[in-house]
């Protein structure tokens, strides 16, 4: 049979054209991004296809790994080759701290200061005293027991409380219920402390400096020991042995503690006592003086001196009711380097 060439023309168109459709849909498949996620990329709630898609990606589709990236895509000089050092980025200027000593093994870092706080306390009983007042003096400190109560030493600090004596026995048995947590609280503070003992002339001075030793614990940093000495009528031992005595009580008792500690102990004391009982004694003994009428040079001449008790009124933020204020003898840099040294051997004019 013979086929009419219309019929032949329009078969022919109709293959052709399915053809250019069937190109044209995979042309644009190759032109839609591709579903695929990685783990920087949230995954899509819509549902993924069947097909593998990114297989149909032509060869021009940008590679996978773009998609890792959160936020735009660099610019190409960003991926040119930069020579750089093995290892970690360097900064062109490191800091001070970066630095590392030549033997770490042996050399060590110089021992930090701490910050001194300027005089702030007040006085319910201000004395003028005049051209040697003791505010003239740069590091002042305190001294504490059980009175105060609790005690907020941050506070207590910032208000020029360099430093703090703090009670810690009385005789042979006798601990203050406060020692330990002022103690621990004061260091916590950043106050440099030292403890103290009340000397009880009713019991043996070595009875006293083993009680001592035992509640007082030896501290790399603490202050040297201090004895306080002196007549109170308010306690239970109304005994007043001779001059004599005394001094033979104290020496057994600091000799007893610079050998435990490693520290001359301070002698406090005050204006009855001293007359009566240290005026040329203890020459090579720092001397921590009371004095809250006067300057120490009046009412000790020719008394060398360490500390000074200046108030025994003092107010301040961080303890309520009153408070004993002191004084260290010298300037800021000397106290650094008393306190550095852990010890005082000699008292200062």
């Known amino acids: 049979m013979r086929f009419s060439a219309v019929p032949v023309l329009l078969l022919a168109g109709l293959v052709l054209s399915g053809c250019g459709f069937s190109s044209n849909r995979e ?23 069947a097909a593998n898609v990114g297989a149909a990606a032509s ?16 610019e190409p000089q960003a991926f040119a080759p930069v020579a750089r050092t093995a290892g970690m980025p360097v900064p062109s200027e490191r800091p001070i701290t970066l630095r590392t000593p030549e033997n770490p093994a042996i050399e060590e870092a110089p021992p930090t200061r701490g910050q001194i706080y300027s005089h702030r306390f007040r006085d319910a009983k201000p004395i003028n005293f005049g051209s040697r007042s003791p505010r003239k003096l740069a590091v002042h400190g305190v001294d504490v027991s059980r009175w105060q109560g609790e005690i907020n030493w941050a506070k ?21 219920p406060m020692f330990k947590k002022n103690w621990r609280r004061a260091k916590e503070a950043g106050l440099k402390r030292g403890a103290y003992h009340f000397f009880y002339w009713c019991r043996t001075a070595g009875e006293q400096a083993d009680w001592f030793i035992r509640n ?24 007043r042995p001779s001059r004599e005595r005394v001094l033979e009580k104290m020496q057994v008792f600091m000799d007893k503690l610079e050998r435990h500690y490693g520290q001359r102990p301070i002698i406090y004391t005050a204006p009855d006592f001293y ?66 040294a852990g010890s005082s051997l000699a008292s200062r004019d």
Request: proline residues 11%.
């Open 216 to 239: 007082v614990p030896r501290e790399a940093g603490a202050l040297p020991p201090v004895i306080d000495v002196e007549w109170n009528g308010e306690s239970s031992c109304k005994r």
């Open 59 to 74: 060869p021009a589709a940008p590679p996978q790994e773009m998609l890792a990236w959160a936020g735009p895509v660099p």
């Open 156 to 176: 207590l600090r910032t208000q020029g409380a360099n430093f703090a004596y703090i009670k810690a026995t009385d005789g042979g048995d006798h601990l203050d």
């Open 27 to 49: 042309r644009v498949a190759a032109q839609q991004p591709s579903r695929e996620t990685t783990s920087s990329v949230a995954q899509s709630p819509a549902p993924m296809p």
């Open 275 to 340: 007359r009566d009982n240290l005026k040329g004694a203890f020459p090579n003994h720092p001397f921590w003086l009371r004095s809250v009428a006067a300057h120490p040079s009046k009412v000790y001449p020719g008394r060398k001196w360490l500390f000074w008790q200046y108030s025994g009124s003092g107010l301040s933020h961080g303890v309520d009711g009153r408070i004993d204020l002191n004084v260290f003898h010298g300037s800021e840099n000397e106290w650094h380097s008393w306190a550095a």
